[in-house]
């Protein structure tokens, strides 16, 4: 230790300070009190011997037993993952694989281990994360759910096995008993002990020698659960793919459709009925359940009988029951021109309603206007037969003619200017939350105003903005906006890519979105909001995200035209980012009618930012992140509240504000954590 000193006539130089040397000895050679009174946490945690405590058996399968238990460590109750006590080593194996293969999986929807191990007895463990209230097979059973609700947890457990065969992993036991679910919209794919990587030969090397379990999960020879298997599944030596647990999710669309699965009966006749395929339309076996024919439909072909036949992908699967909860026909089902107009009718309502209404305006107006015509003609033919007698009188009529018509054009533009109201509102504030909905009913509300008043130039210039948030540039550009509008800068982007002919059943490779943004913040930097709705838009009717941080990233450099330093590192597996910038950073492209972080369009559980410069914390507003680590910063601002809802961990360093202004600034769900480093 040393400490600045003058020596008089020797110039300024370093000495030793005893004082400090001393001081340092006695904070880092502290004795058991010493250290306890620094430091009680650490020694508590020290003294720690027995990790796993008050057991509790929540859970009873074929080869495990599952007890919700309180980790001494990590201070939380967890759900630990125990081989039964009558089975034995030749489960090991099984058993561990599960949790090994479990733990790869990093997704919202899939259930995540905490730990593995062996514990004292010489017997495998793995804890995990113990959430889910109920599971999908009691709220089927209980009758009180909704079915869109019901359909909506679907499409979490679609978008869970689609990303475990996006690595390479199916489940072979997909069923309603494994699926976990609660109260707050949380869903959990579980059991993922027959789970395999689907690039490995040998199909039995993660199967232990045992037949019929308690659970009626069959493995072995058969690996599945009877009702909910594939056919193959059944068949000695028959391959097994993802197109597998499509069969498995087409079992569970059934049974949330009719609260059954599709093979009942004892266990010899759900495999004999699961061989043979014989399947029959839910529409017609649970006549008195009305399920919609576009739902039987997309049911039948994920049960069909070969792999070939079924949907081939999982998104495949779930975005045509996305189509039906959105109102679309769905490609499973043969449609007609009658059932797209009645679909259109039912998805554009509102606007049909109005449309409904002012046709029947315009025509009771028209209806008026022709028998005051009618009647105006024969009082002026009467009046020109005196002999001009009544000259004055037929002046008259006809100017209450030409009245008549005015007010009616008036009517029209009144009403087409209303439609525009909500056309805005649609476009400004709906593309954030259900960006799809928004713009169809603007474009059909645009559309009709259009057609009550052909000069508007704002129901032109709204098709023009929307076509634009399309990526439709073809369309947009039959709409061209006049030099002398504020918006005339819209006109470059368009022009810049006159070949976009874009919509919601196509959307354009993630480079030439990428190329497209580049061009654009070469244009005109300066109309942000316009182009965080062409993101809010793609990234809510792209089909796949892989890589979507690319497009996010062309979007910071949009906000952010004079920092070129901008790094966006993506960790997919751990749904980790990493933020470097050289400057001061913008990540709100729309303060007024959004005002929420463009980080949000990718699922992101961990954010790390590393700046030099000083950070403003609003700009990560609305991120649904569960950590938060600003420890590379060198200073933050705080101006305003943010809302983190899911937060759970904020990480910063001894020059950030104090852990007590955090707390008062970020709004969180629940109680964060704050944890402080040395920088």
């Known amino acids: ?68 238990t309180f980790d001494n460590r990590t201070r939380r109750s967890v759900a630990m993952a125990r081989l039964r006590e009558d089975r034995g080593p030749e489960f090991y194996d099984l058993f561990v694989n599960e949790a090994w293969l479990t733990s790869s ?43 869109n609700i019901l359909l909506r947890i679907f499409l979490k457990i679609c978008e869970a ?18 699926i976990q679910t609660d109260t707050f919209g949380e869903v959990l794919v579980c059991d993922w002990g027959l789970g395999k990587i689907i690039s490995d030969e040998d199909d039995n090397s993660l199967t232990a020698p045992t037949d019929h379990l308690d659970n009626m999960t069959l493995v072995g020879q058969i690996k599945g659960s009877p009702g909910y298997m594939a056919p193959e599944q059944i068949e000695s030596g028959a391959d097994k793919d993802h197109r597998t647990d499509i069969f498995s999710l087409g079992c569970i669309l059934h049974a949330i459709l009719t609260g059954e699965p599709p093979f009942k009966g004892d266990l010899h006749s759900r495999i004999e009925a699961t061989s043979q395929g014989d399947v029959t339309d839910p529409c017609e076996s649970f006549s008195d359940l009305k399920i919609p024919p576009s739902l039987g439909a997309v049911t039948l072909k994920a049960l069909a009988n070969a792999p070939d036949d079924r949907y081939q992908s999982v998104s495949e699967f779930k975005n045509d029951v996305q189509r039906y909860l959105e109102g679309f026909s769905t490609n499973a089902e043969e449609t007609n021109f009658l059932r797209e107009a009645s679909l259109f009718i039912t998805r554009n309502r509102t606007p049909v309603v109005i449309g409904f209404l002012s046709l029947i305006l315009l025509t ?33 009529a006809n100017e209450q003619h030409l009245e008549t018509l005015s007010k009616s054009k008036k009517q029209r533009i009144a009403l087409s200017k209303s439609l525009m109201s909500s056309v805005k509102n649609l476009k400004n504030k709906g593309i954030f939350d259900t960006p799809m909905k928004s713009v169809r009913e603007a474009l059909a509300l645009a559309e009709l105003s259009l057609a009550l008043n052909p000069k508007s130039k704002s129901a032109k210039y709204q098709l023009f903005t929307l076509n634009l948030i399309q990526l439709n540039f073809e369309e947009a550009l039959a709409y061209p906006i006049p030099e002398d509008h504020s918006r005339h800068g819209y006109m470059s982007f368009a022009e810049a890519f006159p070949d976009f002919n874009y919509h919601r059943q196509e959307r354009p490779p993630l480079d030439q979105l990428c190329q497209f943004i580049e061009k654009a913040r070469e244009l ?42 901008i790094e966006l590192e993506m960790l997919p597996q751990e749904l980790e980012m990493i933020l470097r910038t050289a400057k001061a950073i913008k990540l709100i492209a729309d303060p007024v009618d959004s005002d929420e972080c463009v980080l949000r369009y990718l699922n992101l559980r961990s954010l790390t930012v590393e700046s030099p410069e000083k950070i403003d914390l609003h700009q990560f507003n609305g991120l649904a ?55």
């Not at 206007?369 to 002999?387: M, N, P, T, Y």
């Open 625 to 679: 992140i569960q950590k938060l680590d600003l420890s590379g910063c060198a200073s933050l601002k705080i101006g305003k509240p943010l809302s983190l809802p899911s937060l759970d961990t904020v990480i910063i360093n001894s020059q950030t504000p104090s852990k007590e202004k955090l707390r008062r600034w970020i709004q969180s769900s629940g109680n964060f954590k704050i944890i402080e480093v040395d920088r």
């Open 1 to 68: 230790m040393s400490k600045f000193i003058k020596n008089p006539g020797k110039g300024d130089q370093y000495q030793n300070d005893h004082r400090l040397i001393q001081a340092y000895k006695e904070a880092t050679n502290l004795d058991e009190d010493g250290l306890e009174a620094l430091c009680p946490s650490y020694i508590e945690l020290s003294e720690i011997s027995t990790r796993y405590q008050d057991q509790k058996l929540i859970g009873k399968g074929g080869v495990k037993e599952v007890y919700r």
């Open 364 to 396: 009771v107006l028209s209806t008026l206007f022709i028998q005051k015509v009618d009647f105006l003609h024969q009082s002026v033919l009467h009046e020109s037969q005196l002999a001009g007698q009544y000259a004055n009188e037929a002046n008259t």
């Open 524 to 565: 005109d930097p300066s109309h942000s909001p316009l182009i965080e709705r062409i993101i809010s838009y793609d990234s809510a009717v792209r089909p796949s995200k892989e890589s979507y941080h690319d497009v996010i990233l062309e979007l910071v450099k949009y906000l952010n035209p004079d920092n070129p330093e």
């Open 105 to 147: 999986l990093n997704h919202p929807n899939i259930i995540s281990i905490h730990d593995v191990g062996i514990d004292s007895s010489g017997h495998p463990f793995f804890t995990m994360a113990l959430k889910g209230n109920t599971t999908l097979a009691k709220l089927i059973t209980s009758n009180d759910q909704d079915r």
């Open 161 to 178: 096995v689609a990303y475990a065969h996006s690595q390479e992993i199916i489940h072979l036991d997909l069923k309603p008993d494994n």
